[in-house]
């Protein structure tokens, strides 16, 4: 019960300090040329689904990223996938594979 308190105040902290500039950025990556996409979020938490290619240009390693806290935990390690379709509790459902013919495969 304790905790929950706490979680609370935290994402009322956070909502205020939203309020009170909503145009905030905040850095993720500092490394040069790394592009940055939000993959999901679910409204309820206070993390969202990032992909970053910090480690390939062509694909974003999909990482957690906490709002609250700053700290960001690797996910999912990608050198395959251009894209990701994520549900609303953010588990990662479909893997997107572009095919040689410029069509895209769904994968499970």
Same mark, same amino acid.
């Given at each position: 019960?304790?905790?929950?308190?706490?979680?609370?105040?935290?994402?009322?902290?956070?909502?205020?300090?939203?309020?009170?500039?909503?145009?905030?950025?905040?850095?993720? &990556?500092?490394?040069?040329? #790394? $592009?940055?996409?939000? /993959?999901?979020?679910?409204?309820?938490?206070?993390?969202?689904? @990032?992909? !970053?290619?910090?480690?390939?240009?062509?694909?974003?390693?999909?990482?957690?990223?906490?709002?609250?806290?700053? &700290?960001?935990?690797?996910? #999912? $390690?990608?050198?395959? /996938?251009?894209?990701?379709?994520?549900?609303?509790?953010?588990? @990662?459902? !479909?893997?997107?594979?572009?095919?040689?013919?410029?069509?895209?495969?769904?994968?499970?």
């Amino acid at each position: 019960m304790k905790h929950e308190k706490s979680k609370i105040k935290k994402i009322i902290f956070y909502k205020e300090a939203l309020a009170q500039d909503p145009q905030k950025s905040t850095i993720i &990556s500092n490394k040069p040329g #790394v $592009k940055a996409q939000i /993959f999901g979020n679910n409204h309820r938490s206070s993390r969202i689904l @990032i992909g !970053l290619n910090d480690q390939n240009p062509s694909y974003h390693n999909v990482y957690i990223y906490d709002l609250l806290t700053d &700290s960001m935990t690797l996910h #999912v $390690k990608n050198d395959r /996938f251009p894209a990701f379709v994520v549900d609303n509790d953010m588990n @990662i459902r !479909l893997a997107v594979q572009e095919q040689p013919d410029g069509s895209l495969m769904y994968l499970r």
